[in-house]
C-alpha cells in the first residue's frame, strides 16, 4: 500500500511539474538545439545572475507539497526606443523559478 502511494505522488509530481511548460516546436529543436535567446529552461538562478546580474524585483511564490518555492524574477528594460536589443536594456523580462531552476520565461511587452 505505501509503494502505491509513493508512485502515484512521484507521477503527480512529474505531470504537475510539466503542466506549465509548452513544448518546443520541432523545427527549433532541429535548427536550435541548445535553445534560442538568453534564457533557457533549467538554467540555474547562479548562471542567470552571473550574466544579467540582479533582478530589478523578485517576488516569491508559494511552496508547494513537495517543498519546492516559486519565486519570479523581473528585469525591467533601461532603455526602449533604441534600434537594437541589447538584453534587458531595451527589454523586460519575467523569469519563473522552481526551486532553484527555470522552467519559463517571457518577454514583457
Given at each position: 500500500m505505501g509503494k502505491k502511494i509513493i508512485l502515484?505522488?512521484?507521477?503527480?509530481?512529474?505531470?504537475?511539474?510539466?503542466?506549465?511548460?509548452t513544448p518546443p516546436d520541432p523545427?527549433?529543436?532541429?535548427?536550435?538545439?541548445?535553445?534560442?535567446?538568453?534564457?533557457?529552461?533549467?538554467?540555474?538562478?547562479?548562471?542567470?545572475?552571473?550574466k544579467w546580474g540582479e533582478p530589478d524585483e523578485v517576488?516569491?511564490?508559494?511552496?508547494?507539497?513537495?517543498?519546492?518555492?516559486?519565486e519570479t524574477w523581473l528585469y525591467r528594460a533601461r532603455i526602449k526606443d533604441i534600434p537594437i536589443g541589447v538584453g534587458y536594456l531595451t527589454k523586460s523580462?519575467?523569469?519563473?523559478?522552481?526551486?532553484?531552476?527555470?522552467?519559463?520565461f517571457k518577454e514583457e511587452k
Open positions: 502515484l505522488c512521484i507521477s503527480l509530481m512529474v505531470f504537475i511539474g510539466c503542466a506549465e511548460m523545427i527549433d529543436i532541429l535548427t536550435h538545439p541548445l535553445g534560442k535567446g538568453f534564457f533557457k529552461a533549467g538554467m540555474d538562478k547562479k548562471e542567470i545572475l552571473n517576488i516569491k511564490g508559494e511552496t508547494d507539497m513537495f517543498g519546492m518555492s516559486k523580462y519575467s523569469l519563473y523559478f522552481e526551486g532553484d531552476h527555470l522552467i519559463r
